[in-house]
């Protein structure tokens, strides 16, 4: 793949925990596997004063912290840090912007850049300064002529709005000044290589893309687990947000989609959120009735996970002590179209639960006549052993891999039924470690390549589905039901998965 030449990248928000965590690492490491050539400018951008030199040390500390001090490059790092610069702005203040623009492009042909080289704006900020950074970078003249769109490109991380209304007034405001196709907004599940797997799995072999609908799937589960609850002070953040917003409306709705979808004609970016979007439009409730029969919410109490003590949510640093904000979500929901008709997808995602686990579980229909069954007994305790219904698992982190679960006669005079598995594990394919998210995406709005972002349509119909669910939560006075920190949620997501004789998967 072709190095990136002639970029510049204008990271808004340097001083935040995103920039040293996940941005200036990805930056690095594509800077080391020579993907980005060092002629690439990146300019951390905030609010205090600081040298380049304060802010490349500074940089280098978190990242060094991150890679271990053993395995951090520290050859690798000066040619990197040669291209690392800072500039104080005040994001919010227009009239500041002429300034950026002079010493974006002072810096640039510093690094032998050309006046037509293309920039890459990173809002790594709050929401509240995407519109007005837009709004600094049209006053400055950094939005280039619509004929030459592709010179300007924004990238915007989440939260995109906290219901349908705000993520369209996000929308139509950086309309105002920016084309679509200049905008990216950012979910790094998308930039997970086992996430962007799942379409080369399905797309790139022919035998199960015939068995993935209402004829042999049984049902599908989605999980989003996690283990940890507020770590430092996230709690200030996730208690406006909840697991609805912070995970279920991107992260789990982009796994239904890459699951659910239809084959793109091409595989291109229009063509594959095309197929995207039509999930989200045929996106239905999972049962009738009140919004209780098919989502439910939860919040961790006091427990232990990893068998050490958990707070409760409530106890956590700055969330409220009555906080009725949910941290496990589940919900049954169908879509309606020829190929899904009829088949549950159970959606779920939760804090503090027993592990980290993300995966697609499809479990397919039992066989039509069960012929094979047998007694097991154990001392006087016998079972009645039958076929299981077929499972593929597609495991995206951690321990990466793809299960295919099926019976098997176990070896001997009868006809005795073993469950068994065969696994395709990442880390027993593939020596080399796989790509961090960011790196991924980061390289791709280099490239102009917006396959792996969000469309606004996309958006818009992931808020139309999940803001009613939102308002009956928040408008009603009643709490989401406890669990246990380190159980997997609340009893009634149990009995909305019982609906289909089914059990969540519990993984170990
Ligand atoms: C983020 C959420 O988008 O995704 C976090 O804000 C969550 O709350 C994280 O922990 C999960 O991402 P990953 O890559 O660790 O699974």
């Not at 200049?182 to 979910?187: A, N």
């Not at 549950?344 to 995602?349: A, D, E, G, K, S």
């Not at 818009?460 to 408008?475: C, K, N």
Request: aromatic share 8%.
């Amino acid at each position: 793949m072709a190095t990136v030449n002639d970029t510049t990248i204008l990271i808004f928000g340097a001083s935040g925990d995103l920039t040293s965590r996940k941005l200036i690492p990805a930056l690095f490491r594509l800077s080391q596997q020579q993907y980005l050539s060092e002629k690439c400018p990146i300019i951390g951008v905030a609010r205090r004063p600081k040298s380049h030199d304060e802010f490349r040390t500074e940089m280098k500390e978190t990242v060094r912290a991150r890679v271990g001090a053993e395995k951090f490059d520290d050859a690798a790092w000066e040619i990197f840090a040669k291209q690392l610069f800072y500039q104080q702005l005040d994001i919010s203040n227009s009239a500041e912007y002429t300034g950026l623009n002079k010493s974006t492009s002072e810096i640039e042909a510093s690094l032998g850049g050309s006046e037509h080289s293309t920039r890459v704006v990173y809002m790594a900020t709050t929401p509240d300064l995407f519109a007005p950074a837009v709004e600094g970078l049209h006053e400055a003249g950094m939005i280039p002529p619509r004929e030459e769109d592709s010179r300007l490109r924004v990238v915007v991380e989440k939260p995109f709005g906290r219901d349908l209304k705000s993520a369209q007034e996000l929308t139509v405001q950086l309309a105002r000044r920016l084309q679509e196709s200049q905008i990216y907004r950012i979910d790094h599940y998308l930039g997970k290589e086992t996430v962007q797997n799942i379409l080369l799995f399905r797309f790139g072999n022919a035998i199960f893309e015939p068995l993935l609908n209402r004829n042999h799937v049984d049902h599908i589960q989605i999980t989003v687990a996690e283990s940890q609850g507020m770590e430092g002070a996230r709690g200030g953040y996730y208690d406006t947000s909840g697991a609805m917003r912070d995970v279920l409306q991107n992260h789990v709705l982009q796994l239904l989609c890459l699951i659910a979808m239809d084959p793109p004609s091409l595989f291109q970016a229009r063509e594959i959120r095309d197929e995207k979007m039509k999930v989200l439009q045929a996106l239905r409730p999972g049962n009738s009735g009140p919004i209780g029969n098919w989502a439910i919410r939860g919040q961790y109490s006091a427990g232990l996970v990893d068998r050490q003590p958990a707070l409760a949510y409530r106890e956590e640093q700055r969330v409220s002590p009555t906080s009725n904000r949910e941290t496990y979500v589940a919900m049954r929901v169908a879509l309606d179209n020829w190929r899904w008709a009829g088949v549950p997808f159970y959606l779920r995602t939760g804090k503090r639960l027993p592990k980290q686990l993300t995966e697609v579980a499809i479990q397919f229909k039992n066989p039509p006549l069960n012929l094979f069954s047998t007694v097991e007994c154990d001392g006087d305790l016998c079972d009645l052993v039958e076929t299981r219904p077929n499972q593929l698992i597609l495991r995206i982190q951690p321990q990466e891999a793809i299960s295919l679960r099926f019976s098997t006669k176990r070896p001997g005079m009868n006809y005795q039924v073993q469950p068994v598995s065969m696994d395709f594990a990442y880390d027993e394919h593939f020596d080399a470690q796989l790509p961090e998210a960011y790196e991924r995406l980061l390289l791709d709005v280099m490239r102009g390549d917006s396959t792996l972002f969000t469309r606004s349509d996309e958006l818009e119909a992931a808020w139309r589905f999940v803001t009613p669910i939102l308002e009956a939560w928040e408008g009603s006075s009643s709490a989401p039901e406890f669990y246990p920190a380190g159980t997997w949620g609340p009893a009634a997501a149990d009995r909305l998965i019982s609906d289909s004789k089914a059990l969540w998967r519990a993984p170990r």
